[in-house]
C-alpha cells in the first residue's frame, strides 16, 4: 500500500497492469484507489463480459508483487458508484 501513496510508484503499477491486462481484450477503465475501502485491489473494467471472463482464467494462480493474485467479477452498479468495499 506504500507504494500507491508515491505517484511514480502508483502511475507505474497502472501502466504495468494496463499492459499485462490489456491483453485480455479491450480495457475502459482502471481503478486503484489508494486508500480506504477497496485500497490494495485493482479494479478492470473491460468493454464486453468475454473480455472480463478471459482476465479471470489469465489471472488466476498468478501472483503481482509476490501476493497472490485473485480475479473476480465485480458489481457493477457498485463499480459505477465508486463503491469498492467488501
Excluded: W
Amino acid at each position: 500500500q506504500q507504494d500507491l501513496k508515491n505517484d511514480a510508484e502508483y502511475n507505474d503499477i497502472l501502466e504495468d497492469t494496463r499492459d499485462e491486462c490489456s491483453s485480455f481484450g479491450t480495457l475502459k477503465n482502471i481503478v486503484i484507489p489508494r486508500n480506504g475501502p477497496g485500497a490494495t485491489k485493482i479494479f478492470l473494467e473491460y468493454l464486453t463480459v468475454e473480455d472480463a471472463g478471459k482476465a479471470i482464467a489469465g489471472l488466476a494462480g498468478r501472483t503481482f508483487d509476490g501476493r497472490k493474485v485473485e480475479a473476480a467479477y465485480f458489481d457493477e452498479v457498485r463499480f459505477a458508484n465508486n463503491d469498492y468495499a467488501d
